[in-house]
């Protein structure tokens, strides 16, 4: 099919400064976006990326990238830059609990070159990698560029209308793709509607300051109606505290001091260390959600990442899936992209409907685990006032060796990892 002639004069020309054109368009430039920006860019596609914030700054986001994505990066030849960047490891997750530490996640039970956790700013990651996807003649990053509107042509996305200091500007492109989180504009405007699954709980972080003789990696504990969890970040601890859904407005009632309470008596060795924490303006509240939309395309238009499907905390896996996203839509789309780029032709949605079909099967099944873990396990502990003592039957089946390292593995790739081609 012949693309329709991007016309110079849109139905909003009066308030559009210029027309830009592209082969795709990427809204939001968050892990998954900006590692499809740079894939797209490394095959030849010309990228359009277009973040609304004026910067990568990011506080209390997922800073974790795991064996998965370093594998990908290792893929492109960028695992050891990156890694030079300032960042720790957890290679483990050992919960003290009741009846004693509690491993269920160890990676050197995996197999791979980097059996870690990398905690690194997601500031210095998506720095990194939209730095290598700029030497890319053919790559444009956009920042303070706020999209507003799709461009549409008889039920065909044709591209957006974005917002900035300056005024309204349109991208005109084959393919839009939304990659503009959990909250997606261009979702909604597409609509789009994902399918909730709300899960019982909600997390507040802060930050701790840690001090000499810390442990390093990650620190959790389960029991009393809480569950907290503490990343090492080199200068500081990331503290998440788990409440039931829906009781911030409480537990801010009843004040900061029943925060200070819960924390201290889940992990009193840390104690003191919460008292700097005065104000819940030091707190961020993460509402936990997990959904996942039925379709991910339209004509000329795809979903990846958050924007796809919202991810729950549990095993921190939002990146790794957006970025696999990222990655197998780059694999189905490069080909066809550059056809459309060379002939003027539209992207055939067959092609969208297999990078939905290829990352489907993998998110699902890991929201079925999260869920199972959220159901059976932390739903369970914060309705509890007892300490937690993992059941025995799971403690002797995480002793197993091959089905003991499952979890591991499932959090460290999920199932059907993508790798770049
Ligand atoms: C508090 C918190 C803690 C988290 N912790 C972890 C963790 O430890 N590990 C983990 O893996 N995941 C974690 N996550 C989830 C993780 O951050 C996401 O799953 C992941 O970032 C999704 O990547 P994405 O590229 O799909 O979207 P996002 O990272 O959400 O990026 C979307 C981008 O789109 C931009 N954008 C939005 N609207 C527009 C618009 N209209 N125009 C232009 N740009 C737009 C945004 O500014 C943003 O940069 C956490 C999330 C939260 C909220």
Redesign the pocket.
Known sequence: MQAARPQEASQTAGAVRDVSRTTCCI????????VLGLLLARAGVDVTL????PD?D?E?????L?PSVMEIMDQLGLAGRLLELRHTEARSFTLQTASGPFTPIDFSRVKTKFPYITLMP?TSFLQFITGEAGRYPNFRLVME????ELVEEGGVVRGVR?ESEDGTHEVRAVLTVG????????RRLAGLEPAKTSPPMD?L?FKLPREEGDPGGLVGRFGRGHVAVM?DRQDYWQAGYVIPKGTFPELRREGIESLHRGFAELIPEYADRIEHVRDWKQA?L?SVESSICPRWYGPGLLL????AH??S?VG???????IQ?AVAAANVLSGPLKVSQERLVDLDVKHLRAVQRRRELPTRVIQRFQTLIQHRVLAPTLRSNEPFAPPLFLRLLLRAPIVGSLPSRLIAFGLWPARVR
């Open positions: 809204v939001g430039g968050g892990p998954g976006g900006a277009l973040e609304a914030h990568f990011r209390f986001r997922g800073d974790t795991h997601q560029a706020r999209v507003r974005y990659a503009d989180g959990r909250g997606s504009r261009v997390v972080w990343l961020s993460l990846i990442g958050d924007a919202v991810m905390p921190g896996v939002g990146i790794n899936y957006a996203d």
